[in-house]
């Protein structure tokens, strides 16, 4: 069965810090896909990025980055030089199938 | 840019009441999917559905859920006697493919209130 966890509940950083968002999954798909997606307060939920299970290679854009490592399940999301306006909530999610099961999110707050 | 668009934003309901929530999924998408957030909780899957049937649907999706595409564009969930608990944000969602299936495009979400 499928399973998304994302350890982390809360992260607090002060703006301009790095942040890094651990996400480790489960998956009996040999086939399958992972995403980022960004909740802000407003509700909406945000598509980040999408990497299939074929392709490990690091993704960068902007001050988003994603390490996908297949060895250890996880496909973690680093924030450089955070910003106020990155406070959300971000979710990690995997799909096989028809299915797409999201983690628990990790709440991210940055101060300025 | 194409969206996908949800309504009610908001709807309040006794307890016991039928509620039909409505998705307007983008046009040349062909995957359809149901999720819900209770409040301050993960995103989780209900259904999905294709080619004018369900093709997987949680452990939540019971006898009191069912989705239709009543005509070429509107994708609905209905509740057939609401209980508290199904308090929550249901996101609508649409996607373009299954071998590929791309980020899935999500609603602004409905919010329903059981009291």
């Known amino acids: 069965a499928q399973k998304v966890t994302q350890a982390q509940t809360e992260i607090s950083v002060v703006e301009k810090e790095d942040v890094t968002l651990d996400c480790v999954y489960e998956t009996r798909d040999t086939t399958y896909y992972l995403f980022w997606y960004k909740q802000p307060p407003s509700g909406e939920l945000v598509f980040l990025i999408r990497r299939n299970s074929f392709d490990e290679q690091n993704e960068i854009s902007g001050r988003y980055s994603w390490n996908f490592q297949k060895s250890t399940s996880s496909f973690n999301f680093t924030i450089t030089a955070s910003q106020v306006v990155d406070s959300a909530v971000y979710f990690c999610?995997?799909?096989?199938?028809?299915?797409?099961?999201f983690g628990a999110g990790t709440r991210l707050f940055v101060k300025a | 840019e194409p969206e996908v668009t949800q309504t009610p934003s908001h709807q309040v309901t006794q307890m016991g009441q039928e509620v039909i929530l409505r998705c307007v999924p983008i046009s040349n998408h062909l995957y359809f999917y149901w999720y819900r957030q209770i409040l301050g909780q993960k995103v989780e899957f209900l259904v999905s559905?294709?080619?004018?049937?369900?093709?997987?649907k949680s452990e939540i999706f019971d006898d009191q859920f069912s989705v239709e595409r009543p005509d070429g564009s509107n994708f609905t969930l209905k509740i057939r006697s609401t209980k508290l608990e199904d308090s929550a944000m249901y996101f609508c969602a649409s996607s373009e493919g299954r071998v590929a299936p791309g980020e899935l495009f999500f609603g602004e979400g409905s919010r329903l209130t059981v009291l």
């Open positions: 999610a995997h799909t096989g199938g028809f299915k797409t099961i």
């Open positions: 559905f294709y080619n004018n049937e369900i093709s997987e």
